[in-house]
């Protein structure tokens, strides 16, 4: 994320939440007119090695839908002006546009695990990303072209968004 967003790349960043401040997302990118929120379940595939396929399968989308929500709850975060601050800092982050700007909502995974019911999530996708208030379209990608988009879009935050939106248009 730090090669599409430079500067603007955070890892596990916090958010105030009362008193106390918690893990907002595993990663956070932005720029003025593109916020990115990560939420990372690649080692969840990898620790169901051992299971059955229909075992394995329901952990897998658990897991999916887990992050999904995780991710809409960074965003509600994010869109209600809640201070956000990098891992174990004391400054909050300035996020422009964070009211208005495209979000992207992304669960990686390790791999697209074959005896996952993918239409089912591309429905909830839809579903997730219809909601106005976080203003975000959600995806579910595999490390593997997560890591291939991001590298393909070095310094470009406006063509890894591009990217994501033509992705996310094809899965709706």
């Not at 990115?36 to 620790?47: E, I, M, N, P």
């Not at 075992?55 to 509600?76: E, F, W, Y």
């Not at 975000?136 to 063509?159: G, M, P, R, W, Y």
Request: proline content about 3%; aromatic content about 8%; overall charge negative.
């Amino acid at each position: 994320m730090d090669s599409i967003y430079p500067g603007n790349a955070y890892v596990s960043p916090d958010v105030q939440d009362g008193k106390n401040r918690r893990e907002l997302t595993d990663v956070l990118g932005f720029r003025e007119d593109f916020i990115c929120v990560v939420q990372a379940k690649a080692l969840a595939v990898l620790t169901a090695r051992d299971q059955g396929s229909g075992t394995r399968a329901a952990n897998v989308t658990k897991d999916i839908k887990k992050g999904m929500r995780q991710l809409a709850g960074a965003l509600t975060n994010i869109r209600n002006g809640s201070d956000i601050f990098p891992h174990e800092e004391s400054t909050p982050l300035t996020l422009p546009g964070r009211d208005s700007s495209l979000a992207h909502a992304i669960v990686v995974l390790s791999e697209m695990y074959t005896f996952v019911d993918w239409k089912a999530v591309a429905a909830e996708v839809a579903t997730a990303s219809e909601n106005e208030f976080r203003r975000a379209l959600f995806h579910v990608l595999d490390i593997q072209e997560f890591a291939s988009l991001a590298n393909n879009c070095k310094d470009v935050a406006e063509t890894f968004s591009n990217r994501l939106f033509q992705r996310w248009c094809f899965i709706k």
